[in-house]
Structure formats: structure tokens, C-alpha cells
């Protein structure tokens, strides 16, 4: 009863806030990127969209600002795009939805082209320091690496793309920006943002912090069992800064470093949990000469997380204290040589050092080891791009070397301690402009990935199969390493009236492909296992339109048809790949008006999808649609300040779907605030 009211208090507040208004003109746009302009991903160099083989997407600073996250995950934020369909769990939990069909690892995310992990990071990272995102579709694995993450799916791989998170950079005017926002289950999230530079130093920095009561977002009789609203709070603190080196700003370094603190409970008194994260970020670019330049970038990312496991009964007893502990520094260095008239040739060297282990403390005092590894990547790369005209070709090679030095697995020693792997990856693509806005393209890749070590360990034992209140993940030591080749065909056309169309077609095939599936909802209990070869096929079409300057829109639709080939299981043969839909559809408008107010309303489709790919024992699930809407108004433009108000209406249906592994969408949330930016 009590979140009910304060739902309708919410909605009252927002719509009060909305219509008790000042009318001034404004056009609340912090934006200064051109779609057809800045590229990064896909070469490693500022270049133009057009000179770019593969398709990429950005996400500006404004549209950020308007797109509705549910649950705060930057997952969510791509959602509108073609090409993907997007699971987030719960505000707590992670995003295990599709890329191209194949599953939720083969597309990396970047911060600056630094690899972040696809599962932790966009619940952690604040979009206050992003001014743009750049979305890669088609393979990429011979410029961008591997993600050497042993948590959630394991290895992650940029075959299907790339999210590359790019940083604010050369800042030019000082703008400090307080934000508050209240609404549904008590979420109280406060922001702060501080940002100033000149022609030697530009710097940022930012806080937000966020309390919840939220709510249950388990299925009826959940193994959940959630008994009280299952609270948390999280803290984000970031900063970065550029250092520019001479009068013509083409030497500079940058710092970057984000720590959030994730804690709270799931419903129940020992059923605590304790995450904290922590990125860094730091790179050097050199223009050695006017055809020659050099960057070097290195990061560390650290994850540890923490939680309780309970048996409930008539008083909830608590059976042990979990854990994992991860570490990976990733390194990159790579020189880009200009020939030619356009013509770039990057020839680079990255690195990983990935540590992680799992514990417990069954109560004992002391914690004892379930997991425990370290492994080491090493990748040379080359990649040529060459125009002709209108026709760019490019292609590449990459050498990795991978070795994986396990000390304990399931707490016992591992039957192959040390485990080395040497692959050969390839990348070609070519892209023809046959008008000035009518261009087609197609690129092909490989791929290759070895197991994570919680695939092979699992976070609980085998001998805890089906036992009540062992919740977990079961290992599978005698997993293989997959890989995998992508390719793609398609074409960008700009047409009459600012009409975009973009049409693209994929295949993927990935060779012992490991895929999570469900072995059992009560307890709730997962294993990782080789799915044999497992395909993709499908294609997308998008169309947007920039009207006049206050109104545009946009829609697309992804086809997905995967299958799964298993002829050592017949229970698998011919399944679907788990979390892959069939069909996803996206539309959405953007209307502003010369008074200040700016509605966007958003819709999701998604088909349905299955959580496990044995045929006899999967389950379906079909969220249907889904359904945001944005509004905001300007209350005060001054030379100095703006003050505006905004609403986020999240699920307006109130489509309360179920999702795997016994978790549902909580279904429909408001948050209203208002925002004051200073100049």
C-alpha cells in the first residue's frame, strides 16, 4: 500500500512540476558531435564515418540525457538500437541479453578503447563522463582484444562488435550541473558534475548516489523468497583530466578513474551483499610527425564482490559468507602511419594480466579458496585501410597468445594447472560509396576464446547438484575453447527530408560455442557447457528522421534466427540460443517546442526467448512491449543558469514480465527532478 501511494504522489508531483511552469525558449543540447565526423572505433583514429567499414552507431550527449534505463545499466541505454536485444535482471543484477543472436559476450565494451568487462561495467559507470557512445556492429577482433573476464559468461569477445564508452575530452567552457530525482520504491539519486578547462588542461568530475527500498523482482515462490523490500544505496565517484603538450594540442594525456560502491540486501535478513569496482584509465597520444603518431593506453579494473548465502526457514539462518576477488590490467600501444592520400596503416601490441579467485567463509572464521587463477594475454595486430576513390578496403591480422595458470578449482587441484593457447585471427571489410549518400559495405572476421574459470569451476560443487539453498553456478571442467567467424553486408543511405535507411544482414558461426544454460529453477542453479556448432543469421533494418529542429524520430527491426547443431545430444540438436529472441523492434519520437518542453516516448518489442538450449527442459519467455516516455521543461534560461524539470516514466504498460531464472521486471516506475546548470 505504502508504494502505491507514493507512486501516485509521484506521478501528481511530476505533473504538477511539469504544468506549473515559466515558458522560455531552449534547445538543451550539451552536444558538439557530428554522426558524420568523429569516429574512434573501428580504426583507432578520429575518422569519418565514411571512411569506416563496419556500421557504427553514436550516441550523443542529449540523447543520452532522454533515453529511460529502467535500471541503470548502460546496457539499457543501447537497447534502441538495432542488432541486439537487451535482459537486465534487476538493478542488481547484470544484462544477459544478445548480440547478433550469438549470446551476451560477443560484444566487448570499451572505455576510450580500453576493454571494460560487458557485465559489470555498464552497472557501474557513470554516463555524466561519456559524451558519446560508439556501437560497432560486425566483428572486430583484430584491432580490439579479447576481455580476459573469468566472472559471469566467462571470456568475452568482440566478435558480433564493439561499445566503445568515449570519455569527455578538450573541454571548453566551465559548467557545474546538480541533479535530483525521486519516484517509485523511495529512490532517492542525487548528481553533482563539475567540469573546466583551457588550452592546457581540461578536467571533470562528478558524484551519484542513489537509495532504494525497491522492490521484489522475483517470480511467485521464487527461490528469491524475498520477505522485505530488498534495499541498497550505491555511490559513484569519478574524475578525469587531459593535459595538452604544446600550442597545437596534438600531444596530450589522459586520467580517468571511477569507484562504485554497490551494497544492500535481496530480501531477506542474511541475504546481504557488498560490491565495489573500481576503473582507471590512463593514455598518451603523440603526433610523432604529420603522417606518423603514437598512442599508448594502460587501465586496471578491479571487482570485488561479496555476498550471503542463507537458508530460509522459520528464522532465516545464515550458511556461509561468498566472494570474488578480480583483477585485469589491460595495455595497449599502437603506432598509425597516414600514406597515400587517406590511406592508415595501425600496427600495435596489447596486453592482459587478468587475477581471480572466489571464497567463502562457511562460518569458520577464516575464508577458504573455491577458485583461484591468473591468466596473461598477448596480441600483435596489424590492420591496412586503402581508399580508392569511393571504395575503401581494409583488413588485418592478429596473433594472440594466451596462457592460464590455475592453482584451485572447486577448492581442489585443477587436472591441468597450466593451459596455453596460439591463435591466428583474421579481419577484412570493404565499403563503396555509389552516391554521396548511398554507400554498401560488407566485413568478415574470426574469433577465439578459451574458457573462464567460473565456466570450468562454477561457484558452488557438482555435489551441491538440486541440494535446497544452493543457489549457484555448477562447474564444467572439461570445457573447450570456442571460436567463431562473423560476416556481415549492408548499406547506409541518406534520402530526401534528413531520411535515413540502413539495412544490414549478418551470419555467425561459433565452433563449440559455451553458453550458460538452466539446470534448475528451485534451487536456482546454472553450468556452462559446449553447445557444438551454434549459428546466427539474421538482419536489420533501421530508419530515423530529423525533421526540423524539434522534432525527429526513429525505428527499427532485428530478425534473429539461431540453432544450435549437437549431434553428441540430441536434447540440444536443432535448439535455440538461450536469451535470443526472434524478433525485436524499436520506435520512438523526440518532439520539442519553442516554450521549453520536451517529450520522447519509446517502444521495445521483443518476441520471447528461452532460457536453456535443451529442448525438454527449457522454459519461454516473452516480454512483449515495452514502453518509456520522457518529458521535460525549462523553467529558467539565463545567461548564467538553466533550470529545468524532467520526468522518467519506465514500463507506463505496467508489463510485469517474467525473465529467467526465476526473476521478473518489477514493472511500472516514475522518477521525477530537476536539474540546474550553472555556466
Known sequence: ????????????????????????????????????????????????????????????????????????????????????????LSRNDANWGTYSGIGPKYSTYMLNGLPLDAFIDPMSLDLMAVERIEIQRGPASVLYPNYLSQDFAGNQSPLAGTVNLILKDNIKQQESVFQTTYGSYNTLNTQAYYQNGNDKLNFFAGANFENSDYTNYGTENSWLNMQKDPQYQKLKLFAGAGFFFGNDKKNKMNVFINRTSHQGDAGRVYRGFNHDYTTVNISQSSEISDVLSFNASVGIRIYNRTWQDS????????????????????????????????????????????????????????????????????????????????????????????????????????????????????????????????????????????????????????????????????????????????????SNMILTSNLQLSVRGYYMIVDDAIIDIRISEDPSQSQSINAGKTTSTGF????????????????????????????????????????????????????????????????????????????????????????????????????SYNIDVFAKAYNITNNKYEMPWQFQDTGFAINCGFRISFK
Open 1 to 88: 500500500m505504502r508504494k502505491k501511494i507514493i507512486t501516485k504522489l509521484s506521478i501528481i508531483i511530476c505533473l504538477l512540476m511539469i504544468a506549473n511552469t515559466n515558458i522560455y525558449s531552449q534547445e538543451h543540447v550539451n552536444d558538439t558531435v557530428s554522426l558524420y565526423e568523429v569516429v574512434v572505433t573501428g580504426s583507432k583514429q578520429y575518422r569519418s564515418a565514411g571512411n569506416v567499414t563496419q556500421k557504427i552507431d553514436i550516441i550523443k550527449t542529449a540523447e543520452i540525457e532522454e533515453i529511460v534505463a529502467g535500471n541503470n545499466n548502460i546496457a539499457e541505454v543501447l537497447a534502441e538500437k538495432p542488432g541486439s536485444s537487451v535482459s537486465v
Open 540 to 639: 536489420e533494418i533501421g530508419v530515423s528522421q530529423q525533421i526540423n529542429n524539434n522534432i525527429s524520430w526513429f525505428a527499427n527491426y532485428t530478425f534473429m534466427n539461431t540453432n544450435i547443431e549437437n549431434s553428441k545430444d540430441a536434447d540440444q540438436d536443432g535448439a535455440n540460443v538461450p536469451f535470443a529472441p526472434e524478433h525485436v523492434a524499436n520506435a520512438g519520437i523526440t518532439v520539442g517546442t519553442g516554450f521549453g518542453l520536451n517529450i520522447r516516448p519509446a517502444l521495445n518489442y521483443n518476441s520471447g526467448y528461452y532460457d536453456s538450449s535443451s529442448k525438454s527442459g527449457r522454459k519461454k519467455f516473452t516480454p512483449g512491449t515495452l514502453i518509456n516516455l520522457y518529458v521535460s521543461q525549462l523553467l529558467v534560461k539565463k545567461v
Open 311 to 490: 537458508h530460509f526457514n522459520v528464522v532465516d539462518s545464515l550458511v556461509s559468507n561468498n566472494g570474488v576477488r578480480q583483477k585485469i590490467i589491460p595495455v595497449d600501444a599502437n603506432v598509425l602511419w597516414k600514406h597515400g592520400k587517406s590511406n592508415l596503416l595501425t600496427i600495435g601490441v596489447d596486453y592482459q594480466n587478468a587475477e581471480y579467485n572466489t571464497f567463502s567463509d562457511p562460518l569458520l572464521g577464516y575464508d577458504l579458496y573455491g577458485n583461484k587463477s591468473r591468466a596473461y594475454q598477448n596480441g600483435i595486430y596489424a590492420q591496412e585501410e586503402l581508399h580508392f576513390g569511393n571504395l575503401t578496403i581494409r583488413g588485418g591480422i592478429r596473433y594472440n597468445y594466451i596462457k592460464t595458470t590455475i592453482e584451485l578449482i572447486s577448492g581442489g587441484n585443477p587436472g591441468e594447472p597450466v593451459t596455453e593457447y596460439n591463435n591466428l585471427l583474421w579481419s577484412t571489410g570493404l565499403k563503396y560509396k555509389i552516391t554521396p549518400t548511398i554507400s554498401i559495405y560488407a566485413n568478415a572476421g574470426s574469433s577465439f576464446s578459451p574458457p573462464g574459470l567460473k565456466s570450468m569451476g562454477g561457484t558452488i560443487k557438482l555435489s551441491d547438484k538440486d541440494i535446497p539453498g544452493m543457489n549457484g553456478q555448477l562447474p564444467n571442467p572439461d570445457l573447450k575453447p570456442e571460436s567463431g567467424i562473423g560476416v556481415d553486408l549492408g
